[in-house]
C-alpha cells in the first residue's frame, strides 16, 4: 500500500463461476510493512446483498480496516508532530494557551511559538454501520514551548478521546464523504 503497511490478499474458497457473474471471495489482511505479525482480530464472514444492475461489486468488511488500523497503529502512522511552521499558519502560541490555561500564562509572559505532538494511544477502533462508519481514537497530545535557543519546554499533556462519524457518498464521479464529530 505504501511505506508504513503492506496487504496480503488470497481466495478464501474456490471462485463460483456462473453464466452471468464470476464470485471472487478473498480474504484481505493489512500488515505493517515486513512484519507479518498476525492482527489481533479474528474475520466474521458477511454476505453482500444480491444486486445485478452494475457490472462490479466491491465490498469491504470491518477486519480489512481493523487491521488496516492495527497496521497504522504499529508503524507510527497516528504519532504527529505539528511543529513551528505549522503552529505559525494557524497562529498558535503560548498565548493562545495562556488565555485558556492560566498556568500557561504564569509561565510564559514572553509568547513563543509551539509544537504539538500528537499520538494515539491505542489502537483506533473502526466500526462500519448501515451507511457510515465510526471511528474511536484514544490518544494524546503534548504541547511543548520552542524557546529562542530552539529548545523546547513541555507546557501540558491532555488525554484525547474522539468519536467520529464519515458517511461516504459518490459525488460528480468521485468518492467524497462528510465527517462529524460525536464526541
Do not use: H, W
Not at 502560541?93 to 514572553?110: C, W
Amino acid at each position: 500500500i505504501d511505506d508504513l503497511a503492506e496487504v496480503d490478499y488470497s481466495l478464501n474458497s474456490l471462485p463460483a463461476v456462473f453464466r452471468p457473474f464470476i464470485d471472487l471471495d478473498l480474504k484481505g489482511i493489512v500488515y505493517p510493512s515486513g512484519n507479518y505479525t498476525g492482527p489481533p482480530y479474528v474475520a466474521s464472514p458477511f454476505t453482500i446483498p444480491d444486486q445485478s444492475d452494475s457490472m462490479l461489486y466491491l465490498a469491504f468488511s470491518e477486519y480489512f480496516f481493523q487491521t488496516s488500523s492495527f497496521a497504522y497503529y504499529t508503524a507510527g502512522a497516528f504519532n504527529i508532530t505539528i511543529a513551528e511552521e505549522t503552529c505559525s499558519y494557524f497562529n498558535i502560541s503560548t498565548e493562545i494557551f495562556g488565555s485558556i490555561i492560566p498556568e500557561v500564562a504564569e509561565y510564559s509572559v514572553t509568547p513563543y511559538p509551539v509544537m504539538l505532538k500528537l499520538m494515539a494511544t491505542e489502537i483506533p477502533i473502526i466500526s462500519l454501520e448501515q451507511d457510515s462508519f465510526t471511528v474511536e481514537i484514544q490518544g494524546s497530545m503534548e504541547v511543548f514551548a520552542v524557546l529562542p535557543d530552539s529548545t523546547t519546554q513541555s507546557l501540558f499533556t491532555m488525554n484525547i478521546a474522539a468519536n467520529t462519524s464519515i458517511a461516504p457518498n459518490i459525488f460528480d464521479q468521485k468518492l467524497m464523504g462528510s465527517l462529524c464529530l460525536n464526541r
